[in-house]
């Protein structure tokens, strides 16, 4: 078995900060995502990247950056937070077409 | 591209009755199908991966049926109970190379003891 874990759990920031997000997988698989979920809505796609250095927009990617600096890790970064913005930001990962796994997540909240 | 529709987004009923979800999709080239469960502040988790050529699938007090004709991917709890309540998710992904899934809205299932 594997496991995603995500860093930090709770992360706090100010508006306009630029705030990153961590994700690492044990997998050794190759494609991982980043989603965002708003309370009570489903997720939605903001960057993936189908192996080591290769990064796609999802449909919400503006206003964000991504990372994957190796096949294990892949950061995203809030390039602005916007004020009152609160959502749970999810990792996952996966090999070709199988089901994907999901980390625990990263809830944001911007004061 | 690809959209999924899922209904309804929210469901209650009492323990022991039956729960049905039901997504519809537009591509006709998805292949494979996914239910996920999300327990309050919880992840998502696994809950039946589903191929084309697969029409019914059977879990622990449940059903997976998929209908490609009418492009229709549905899950039914039977003798649903409180640690069912939980948020479902489908998501679907078409054979094309980019290893994108679209995920439904979500369906709020509430079992009421």
């Known amino acids: 078995g594997g496991i995603i874990t995500q860093t930090p759990k709770f992360l706090i920031g100010q508006e306009g900060q630029k705030l990153t997000l961590k994700c690492q997988q044990n997998?050794?698989?190759?494609?991982m995502y980043w989603y965002r979920q708003d309370s009570g809505k489903g997720l939605r796609l903001i960057y993936y990247?189908?192996?080591?250095?290769?990064?796609q927009k999802g449909d919400l990617s503006e206003g964000y950056d991504a990372s994957r600096e190796k096949k294990s890790s892949f950061s995203l970064t809030v390039t602005s937070a916007q004020k009152n913005e609160m959502a749970v930001f999810l990792c996952?990962?996966?090999?070709?077409?199988?089901?994907?796994?999901f980390g625990p997540g990263t809830r944001l909240t911007v004061l | 591209g690809e959209q999924v529709e899922q209904r309804p987004p929210h469901l209650s009923v009492r323990e022991g009755d039956s729960a049905v979800i039901t997504c519809t999709y537009t591509d006709p080239n998805s292949y494979y199908f996914f239910w996920y469960k999300q327990e309050p502040g919880a992840s998502l988790q696994l809950l039946m991966k589903?191929?084309?050529?697969?029409e019914i699938n059977e879990g622990q007090g449940f059903t997976v049926l998929l209908n490609k004709k009418d492009k229709r991917l549905s899950l039914n709890l039977t003798a649903a109970h409180p640690g069912d309540s939980a948020a479902y998710f489908c998501?679907?992904?078409?054979?094309?190379?980019?290893?994108?899934?679209?995920f439904g809205a979500g369906t709020r299932l509430k079992v009421i003891a």
């Open positions: 998501a679907v992904s078409a054979y094309t190379g980019n290893y994108k899934y679209v």
């Open positions: 589903v191929f084309s050529s697969t």
């Open positions: 996952a990962s996966s090999i070709g077409y199988a089901e994907q796994f």
């Open positions: 990247s189908i192996t080591e250095n290769d990064l």
């Open positions: 997998f050794n698989h190759d494609t």
